[in-house]
């Protein structure tokens, strides 16, 4: 799981998302050991997302 955190590309990165039907966009903060991912929104309020619900916008 360390390593797999350690190598992640999306840590870090902007991604978005669909939330609700609408498309929103986060600052990737971390990963569970279930695999899933923390993700920080402009208003500075956190959510966790499963895999498949994300895709990177920026490098």
């Known amino acids: 799981f ?7 590309i999306v840590l ?3 991604v978005t998302f669909q939330l609700d039907g609408k ?3 986060g600052l990737a903060k971390e990963i569970s ?7 920080e ?3 500075k ?8 619900e994300i895709s ?4």
Do not use: A, C, M, P
């Not at 050991?33 to 993700?39: D, I, K, N, P, T």
């Open 2 to 8: 360390y390593i797999y955190k350690e190598r992640s």
């Open 12 to 14: 870090g990165k902007e």
């Open 23 to 25: 498309f929103k966009k």
């Open 33 to 39: 050991e279930s695999g899933r991912l923390q993700v």
């Open 41 to 43: 929104l402009e208003d």
């Open 45 to 52: 309020h956190t959510i966790w997302l499963n895999s498949g």
């Open 56 to 59: 990177l916008t920026s490098w």
